[in-house]
């Protein structure tokens, strides 16, 4: 066997050498779709978190200062008494629309988010833990975080 015929014959790849090295690749990209769904997932909660957080905070600051919670606003209204407070918070909604209810003192929550592993992450960070029980629960698009 000469050298030349040598090199002909083994220069490409074989058909299982292509096929371990498509699977590798797909295994790869699974994992990176699976991390990259569960990043996103986290930063869904981490905004509405904050975004409630904030929202709270106004909300039990307009209490100690008035010594009353604001009149009940419809869903994606700020209290006309609170323009300037949640305005300045900045928040932004692209989950969804908040609403405030005087009776009992509640932020809720109606989000087009379809996903419950974002809404108990959220409770997991602002109350119990579980979406049934607390002060944040609700299920599938409605929830409600209730200040005391």
Do not use: C
């Amino acid at each position: 066997m000469t050298v030349s015929s040598r090199f002909t014959r083994n220069s490409g790849f074989t058909l299982i050498e292509i096929m371990i090295v498509v699977t590798i690749i797909g295994l790869l990209a699974a994992i990176a779709v699976q991390t990259f769904r569960q990043v996103k997932s986290a930063s869904r909660a981490t905004v509405i978190t904050n975004d409630l957080r904030l929202l709270r905070d106004a909300f039990q600051l307009y209490v100690l200062e008035y010594g009353e919670w604001p009149e009940t606003a419809e869903a994606g209204k700020t209290p006309p008494e609170m323009k300037g407070a949640v305005q300045d918070l900045g928040i932004k909604r692209p989950y969804g629309e908040w609403q405030w209810v005087r009776t009992p003192p509640e932020i809720r929550l109606i989000t087009l988010i379809d996903d419950p592993e974002v809404m108990q992450k959220v409770d997991e960070r602002i109350d119990d833990g579980n979406l049934a029980t607390g002060n944040f629960s609700g299920s599938g698009l409605n929830f409600s975080l209730t200040l005391e």
